[in-house]
């Protein structure tokens, strides 16, 4: 990471932290993050997982696909979720495979701390490759 990018990991880690985290009792709040991206280029983002009944049924759906190679992280400032990330992983190869943080948080850098936090507990995990993007 540059300086730039470790500057603001740190920015975040005064205010806030990460754990895993049930994406299932988290529910709520990642909807809501969902919402606050809502416009991108004039289009909906993630048209599919602003219905709380949506997400709950396409998140109970992957739990049960994937189990234990399913983790969510979520990263909290003052006990609120404000951003959070789907990670699937086997062996030693993990894929993040959504990532959002909820716009109102920008100025905490909630992007780069948990980024950080992600890579550092994979790292810990024993994870040697992670495919992020799209």
Same mark, same amino acid.
């Given at each position: 990471?540059?300086?730039?990018?470790?500057?603001?990991?740190? $920015?975040?880690? $005064?205010?806030?932290?990460?754990?895993?985290?049930?994406?299932?009792?988290?529910? $709520?709040?990642?909807?809501?993050?969902?919402?606050?991206?809502?416009?991108?280029?004039? $289009?909906?983002?993630?048209?599919?997982?602003?219905?709380?009944?949506?997400?709950?049924?396409?998140?109970?759906?992957?739990?049960?696909?994937?189990?234990?190679?399913?983790?969510?992280?979520?990263?909290?400032?003052?006990?609120?979720?404000?951003? %959070?990330?789907?990670?699937?992983?086997?062996?030693?190869?993990?894929?993040?495979?959504?990532?959002?943080?909820?716009?109102? %948080?920008?100025?905490?850098?909630?992007?780069?701390?948990?980024?950080?936090?992600?890579?550092?507990?994979?790292?810990?995990?024993?994870?040697?490759?992670? %495919?992020?993007? %799209?």
């Amino acid at each position: 990471m540059n300086k730039k990018a470790r500057n603001l990991v740190r $920015k975040f880690r $005064k205010h806030g932290v990460v754990r895993i985290i049930d994406p299932i009792t988290y529910g $709520k709040e990642i909807v809501e993050i969902n919402r606050s991206f809502i416009l991108k280029q004039g $289009k909906l983002v993630f048209k599919h997982y602003i219905d709380p009944l949506t997400h709950y049924l396409a998140t109970k759906r992957r739990i049960e696909e994937y189990g234990n190679y399913f983790i969510v992280y979520g990263a909290f400032i003052n006990n609120r979720l404000v951003g %959070y990330a789907y990670i699937l992983w086997y062996n030693n190869v993990a894929l993040i495979e959504r990532f959002m943080s909820h716009k109102g %948080y920008m100025k905490y850098a909630v992007s780069n701390g948990l980024l950080a936090s992600i890579l550092e507990d994979l790292s810990n995990k024993g994870i040697k490759y992670v %495919y992020y993007g %799209y």
